[in-house]
């Protein structure tokens, strides 16, 4: 099997377990592409098979998420499941809050949680917090395109969208928005509701799933592809399938590379002239 599963996450559980299930009713070798954190759910695409060879061309995609930040307090690990290191800080108003956000729309330098999977001296950021070790972890740009309040669900938590580019911790960005308004704020729920083509609406829970359901919820790895459509003439297939160039005159860029049956191949690459191979997925 080759494609993806759009998994809704369940809450409380990792994304490793999500995984795995999917792996188990596959059988096949699955991986997911953006983790999400045990208390979030939402939109996690599993890779299944040779669509696992994709990530690279999804490290640019844009995420959606719904969040709730609870403000006055602040924790270890930057949410509510974290030990509380700081208390007491003021509530801001919604108003207050609306103008605090376009300073944190766009590019900004944001500093990862300490408790994440950042590797530091080869471990993970999580471990040696986990351990009580002194370190830090360098800003990373960000890119935050969309940050809009949308109510206060009770008194000191409010509820936020939000649209950012991939690597944004969102976590931090409740710490980053407290500091702007001279006070405290963790994150106390998540919901991804998009991940580059892959939508909430669309998505399933591996509880709904068995061995003979899953293959109905796969989706194929050209459909979520971007790229336009190139199919293979039968003198061009031959070669192209060897890995030999082929005369094209495609405009420069990638594309979806079909054999002459129609079958879905992988991704190739076009310099205006000749056209190469690139991926091989199916």
């Known amino acids: 099997m080759t494609g993806f599963i759009n998994v809704d996450k369940a809450a ?6 999500e995984v795995a299930v999917v792996k188990r009713l596959t059988r096949t070798p699955c991986g997911h592409m953006g983790t999400l954190d045990p208390m979030a759910s939402g939109v996690l695409p599993v890779a299944v098979g040779n669509a696992a060879r994709l990530f690279d061309y999804f490290l640019g995609k844009r995420k959606r998420y719904i969040a ?16 509380v290191t700081a208390s007491g800080g003021r509530i801001p108003s919604a108003d207050e809050i609306r103008a605090a956000l376009p300073r944190l729309t766009g590019e900004y330098d944001q500093f990862p949680p300490l408790y994440s999977a950042k590797s530091v001296g080869g471990e993970r950021g999580y471990v040696l917090a986990r351990r009580g070790e002194e370190f830090t972890l360098p800003p990373k ?3 935050v ?28 960005l ?14 106390n729920a998540l919901v991804r509701t998009q991940s580059g083509p892959f939508l909430l609406e669309n998505s399933v829970k591996t509880q709904d799933l068995d061995c003979d359901n899953i293959a109905a919820s796969l989706i194929p790895a050209d459909s ?37 049956d129609g079958s879905f191949y992988g991704v190739g690459e076009s310099d205006g002239t000749i056209l190469k191979s690139r991926l091989k997925l199916c």
Do not use: W
């Open 12 to 17: 409380g559980v990792s994304s490793a377990r």
């Open 68 to 83: 709730e930040f609870t403000f006055g307090v602040l924790t270890d690990t930057l949410d509510t499941t974290g030990a």
């Open 141 to 143: 740009r960000v890119s």
């Open 145 to 172: 395109g969309g940050f809009e309040l949308l109510n206060e669900v009770t008194h000191g938590v409010f509820r936020f969208s939000v649209e950012c580019g991939s690597g944004t911790y969102i976590r931090a």
């Open 174 to 187: 409740a710490r980053d928005l407290g500091k702007l308004l001279g006070t405290y704020a963790v994150m």
């Open 224 to 260: 979520v592809l971007p790229h336009p459509a190139k199919v293979l003439s039968c003198g061009e297939e031959k070669k192209y399938l060897n890995g030999v160039p082929v005369n094209c005159g495609l405009a420069a860029g990638q594309y979806r590379i079909y054999r002459a």
